[in-house]
Structure formats: structure tokens, C-alpha cells
């Protein structure tokens, strides 16, 4: 394997900034990868950094490593010249697969976004020299360059990162940065058409925690997003309720509790249709998860309720976006088991119904 030799920074120390940038001059930078985290919001908050570092390397190749789902979001962006999907856990013939991928494609510089022990090792047995990341993680002696955390929201965190490789980030936030392509906006018109809503000013409920959340994790009740729902409905707005495969029999009570007029599309989308579909929307309310960030991603208004996670730390971005939270002794807690939640209980419909209705009145943008 063949290494660069352009003047990086050496640390014998794990938990110090650098003096300078590790990567002094870019130009020698060929080849970088990225490692990404394993959620669409993680994925989303890392755009700005994304971005600093293109800029940053405009002549490197840039090789982001995500979750196979992951793709549908970010290939349409340009932001990566190659996408490199991460093997399922426990799958030996493809995890050693990718790790002969990994090696073929001769990195200098590794960038780890994730804070996964198997990120780390997926860029030492790469062979990458450079392998940039944070201290916080499991086997940080396995980078070259630990970088303590620093900054309070997740896009700062990442941003810090990217600066200490000379990057100068020009955005800070997410807000606005997702795109829609022609065929993303076709096949959710299908999916639309098939639920009989196309061509209805629709808002969206999302309830999903996403796939394989703990129960009880985040979740506001039922009846609290019926009453949003009805509301809507009076409104003339189609309650499009969201979800995957595992939230189907949820979400099928609440249309039940909503009333004739509201749909289930769980489990029934694709992660680039829902995006299409999302972008459609007057306006999104859901709990802290996924559909949140893309909506506010998209610049489509967005109502995002908040308990047991920090919103100083993964809130929705954009001028479009309500956050929703009640202050508790406990809170933040990040318990997935808290008995009663009542930091999510505590939210009341009326308030929520009342943000909806003053984005609504704001005109704020959400396609029709």
C-alpha cells in the first residue's frame, strides 16, 4: 500500500486540540472516507461538515460509509463521489467483503463521524494512515488523531471536527439541504394516488420512533395525536399518518381514532418516497425522530415534541420548526423504560394544535 507524505500533525496525547490543521496540505489528499452514523437524523446533522470538507478537498475523492438505507438521501446530494454500504453486524462473508473493499480503495485520510467501535476498526484495518475521529468513542487509540468533542448540538460536534482538518464551514445547520429529484417526486405521487390523497393539502403525523427503537422511548399517546389529527381534518387538511413496518398496527389505530379521512402509509414507503412525500406536506408534527429533521431539512414547517432527549443536542433546525418541551427535574433522561413518561404527557394537544396553526398563519413554505 501506498502512503502520502504530506506533513500531518503526531499526537501523543488523546485528549488536546491540534496546532493547525492535521492535514496541512489538501492537495495531497487523494482519496478520504467517511463514516458515517446509522440514522437519517444523524445523517442530516453531518451535512454541514459533509459540505466543509468538500470544500476543503475540492480535488479528493470522497467515499461516504453508511447504512444501505442511508443511500436514498444522500446520493441525490453530490456531496460524495461514491457511496460505500456497511455490511449487516454478524455478517462474516460480507464484513470481510467490505474490508477487501476498504483496503482495494487505498485511503489517506479516514474521517469518522460515527463514534462506533466497529468505525474505528473498519479505518484501522483499511490501512488508512490518517484516521480522524473523536475521543468520546470506543477505542479511540485505534485513531491517529482523537479529537475531544466539542459544542453542544450534534452538527457542532461534527463541525469541530472538520475545522480541525483546516475545513471553514459556511453553513450551520441542515435547513434547507435535502433535495428532491424527478423520480422521488413520481413514485410518491404514486404512493399518494394510491392512498387516494394526491392532489389534497395533506399534514403529516409521525409517530415512529424509528426501526428498532425501544418501546415507550419517545412516544407521545395516541389520543393526543387524534385530537391534532381531527383538528386537521377540520382544517381541510388529509392526517397522513407515517411510520415503519413495526409501527403499522399503531398507526392503524390511530386513523381508527382520527376518524374517515385519515391515512396509514406505514410500512408503506421508501426512505426517498417518504422524504418526496414529507416535502409535500403543509406541515409535519411528530416526536424526535427521523421524519422531524427531514421535514426541517426539506424547509417543510415542522412541530417537533421533545421529553426524554435534549433539544440543545438534537433539535430541528430552520426557521420553519416549533419545538414542544416541558421541563422536568429528570429531563433530559434518555430512559427508554421512564414509567408514565410525563415529560411527553404533559404536551398537550391544544398547545401543539396552536404552534400548527401558527405556522400555518405564517405562511411559513411547505408545498400544497
Same mark, same amino acid.
Given at each position: 500500500m501506498s502512503e502520502s507524505h504530506q506533513p500531518i500533525q503526531s499526537t501523543d496525547a488523546t485528549?488536546?486540540?491540534?496546532?493547525?490543521?492535521?492535514?496541512?496540505?489538501?492537495?495531497?489528499?487523494?482519496?478520504?472516507?467517511?463514516?458515517?452514523?446509522?440514522?437519517?437524523?444523524?445523517?442530516?446533522?453531518?451535512?454541514?461538515?459533509?459540505?466543509?470538507?468538500?470544500?476543503?478537498?475540492?480535488?479528493?475523492?470522497?467515499?461516504?460509509? =453508511?447504512?444501505?438505507?442511508?443511500?436514498?438521501?444522500?446520493?441525490?446530494?453530490?456531496?460524495?463521489?461514491?457511496?460505500?454500504?456497511?455490511?449487516?453486524?454478524?455478517? =462474516?462473508?460480507?464484513?470481510?467483503?467490505?474490508?477487501?473493499?476498504?483496503?482495494?480503495?487505498?485511503?489517506?485520510?479516514?474521517?469518522?463521524?460515527?463514534?462506533?467501535?466497529?468505525?474505528? =476498526?473498519?479505518?484501522?484495518?483499511?490501512?488508512?494512515?490518517?484516521?480522524?475521529?473523536?475521543?468520546?468513542?470506543?477505542?479511540?487509540?485505534?485513531l491517529s488523531h482523537p479529537i475531544p468533542l466539542r459544542g453542544i448540538s450534534s452538527t457542532a460536534?461534527?463541525?469541530?471536527?472538520?475545522?480541525?482538518?483546516?475545513?471553514?464551514?459556511?453553513?450551520?445547520?441542515?435547513?434547507?439541504?435535502?433535495?428532491?429529484?424527478?423520480?422521488?417526486?413520481?413514485?410518491?405521487?404514486?404512493?399518494?394516488?394510491?392512498?387516494g390523497v394526491n392532489g389534497q393539502s395533506f399534514a403529516v403525523l409521525s409517530i415512529t420512533q424509528?426501526?428498532?427503537?425501544?418501546?415507550?422511548?419517545?412516544?407521545?399517546?395516541?389520543?393526543?395525536?387524534?385530537?391534532?389529527?381531527?383538528?386537521?381534518?377540520?382544517?381541510?387538511?388529509?392526517?397522513?399518518?407515517?411510520?415503519?413496518?413495526?409501527?403499522?398496527?399503531?398507526?392503524?389505530?390511530?386513523?381508527?381514532?382520527? +376518524?374517515?379521512?385519515?391515512?396509514?402509509?406505514?410500512?408503506?414507503?421508501?426512505?426517498?418516497?417518504?422524504?418526496?412525500?414529507?416535502?409535500?406536506?403543509?406541515?409535519?408534527?411528530?416526536?424526535?425522530?427521523?421524519?422531524?429533521?427531514?421535514?426541517?431539512?426539506?424547509?417543510?414547517?415542522?412541530?417537533?415534541?421533545? +421529553?426524554?432527549?435534549?433539544?440543545?443536542?438534537?433539535?430541528?433546525?430552520?426557521?420553519?420548526?416549533?419545538?414542544?418541551?416541558?421541563?422536568?427535574?429528570?429531563?433530559?433522561?434518555?430512559?427508554?423504560?421512564?414509567?408514565?413518561?410525563?415529560?411527553?404527557?404533559?404536551?398537550?394537544?391544544?398547545?401543539?394544535?396552536?404552534?400548527?396553526?401558527?405556522?400555518?398563519?405564517?405562511?411559513?413554505?411547505?408545498?400544497?
Open positions: 485528549d488536546r486540540e491540534f496546532d493547525g490543521p492535521i492535514v496541512r496540505d489538501p492537495s495531497a489528499i487523494k482519496r478520504i472516507a467517511v463514516f458515517h452514523l446509522n440514522g437519517v437524523g444523524d445523517l442530516l446533522f453531518s451535512l454541514p461538515a459533509l459540505v466543509a470538507i468538500r470544500e476543503r478537498f475540492p480535488s479528493s475523492r470522497i467515499t461516504s460509509i =453508511i447504512r444501505r438505507h442511508l443511500r436514498e438521501p444522500l446520493e441525490p446530494l453530490g456531496l460524495a463521489d461514491e457511496i460505500l454500504p456497511r455490511p449487516r453486524r454478524g455478517d =462474516i462473508p460480507a464484513v470481510l467483503s467490505f474490508l477487501r473493499s476498504l483496503r482495494r480503495h487505498r485511503f489517506d485520510l479516514a474521517v469518522l463521524f460515527s463514534q462506533s467501535a466497529s468505525a474505528n =476498526i473498519y479505518a484501522l484495518l483499511s490501512g488508512t494512515r490518517i484516521r480522524v475521529g473523536f475521543i468520546d468513542t470506543i477505542f479511540p487509540w485505534l460536534k461534527l463541525l469541530h471536527l472538520a475545522e480541525q482538518l483546516g475545513a471553514e464551514p459556511q453553513k450551520r445547520d441542515y435547513a434547507g439541504m435535502l433535495k428532491v429529484s424527478d423520480s422521488q417526486r413520481q413514485r410518491a405521487n404514486c404512493v399518494l394516488d394510491q392512498a424509528g426501526p428498532g427503537a425501544m418501546p415507550l422511548y419517545k412516544t407521545w399517546p395516541l389520543d393526543n395525536f387524534a385530537a391534532v389529527g381531527k383538528h386537521f381534518l377540520r382544517k381541510g387538511l388529509v392526517p397522513v399518518v407515517i411510520g415503519t413496518a413495526t409501527d403499522v398496527k399503531q398507526t392503524r389505530l390511530l386513523t381508527e381514532k382520527i +376518524g374517515q379521512g385519515a391515512v396509514s402509509l406505514a410500512g408503506k414507503t421508501r426512505l426517498d418516497e417518504l422524504i418526496a412525500i414529507i416535502q409535500r406536506a403543509k406541515l409535519l408534527v411528530g416526536i424526535d425522530s427521523g421524519p422531524v429533521h427531514i421535514a426541517a431539512a426539506l424547509g417543510v414547517p415542522v412541530v417537533a415534541l421533545y +421529553g426524554p432527549t435534549d433539544p440543545a443536542v438534537t433539535g430541528v433546525r430552520g426557521d420553519g420548526s416549533i419545538i414542544i418541551r416541558k421541563e422536568m427535574p429528570c429531563s433530559p433522561c434518555r430512559k427508554p423504560t421512564c414509567e408514565g413518561r410525563p415529560c411527553m404527557t404533559a404536551i398537550t394537544p391544544e398547545e401543539v394544535i396552536a404552534a400548527a396553526e401558527k405556522l400555518i398563519e405564517s405562511g411559513a413554505p411547505g408545498e400544497q
